[in-house]
């Protein structure tokens, strides 16, 4: 048997007739992660992140909100997922979170850490609310 070496995904799309040049993501998607997702700008900050960040200042309506994000391309065959990390001025347990979160209408909390416990892209697709876990 071959053995496989990182970076075998190029060589096997190439044998197969197909070019990254014909690919909108900088990298090819199978079986990895691509670690930056829409066009990196001169300051540093991709299209994604900016994106998350001036969405975010919207839907809150917190102009000066400030915003760290980090966006990867990840092959799931549809939705996508968030990591947020949240720093309050006043100190905010799990529970008063989860008690919040619970109570919007346009959220499922989803937060149970045993395997099967936390939402996944394939569970959630076709949904209208925001499935939250790992609260």
Same mark, same amino acid.
């Given at each position: 048997?071959?053995?496989? !070496?990182?970076?075998? +995904? ?13 690919? =909108?993501? =900088?990298?090819?998607?199978?079986? *990895? ?6 066009? !990196?700008?001169? $300051? ?9 960040? $001036? ?14 994000? @980090?966006?990867?391309?990840? =092959? +799931? ?11 309050? *001025? ?19 909390? +989803? ?8 939402? @996944?892209?394939?569970? +959630?697709?076709?949904?209208? =609310? ?6």
């Amino acid at each position: 048997m071959e053995s496989v !070496l990182p970076g075998d +995904v190029r060589v096997e799309l190439s044998a197969a007739g197909l070019s990254q040049q014909d690919s =909108p993501f =900088p990298a090819p998607l199978a079986l *990895d992660v691509i670690p930056l997702a829409g066009s !990196l700008g001169e $300051n540093g900050w991709s299209s994604e992140e900016l994106k998350i960040r $001036n969405e975010s200042r919207r839907i809150l309506d917190l102009p000066e909100l400030r915003v760290s994000a @980090t966006c990867a391309w990840v =092959p +799931v065959l549809t939705t996508h997922s968030v990591a947020v990390h949240a720093v309050f *001025d006043k100190e905010v347990t799990v529970e008063q979170a989860c008690e919040v979160l619970s109570a919007q209408p346009s959220v499922l909390l +989803v937060d149970h850490t045993g395997l099967g416990g936390l939402p @996944t892209p394939v569970e +959630v697709v076709g949904g209208d =609310p925001t499935h939250v876990g790992r609260v």
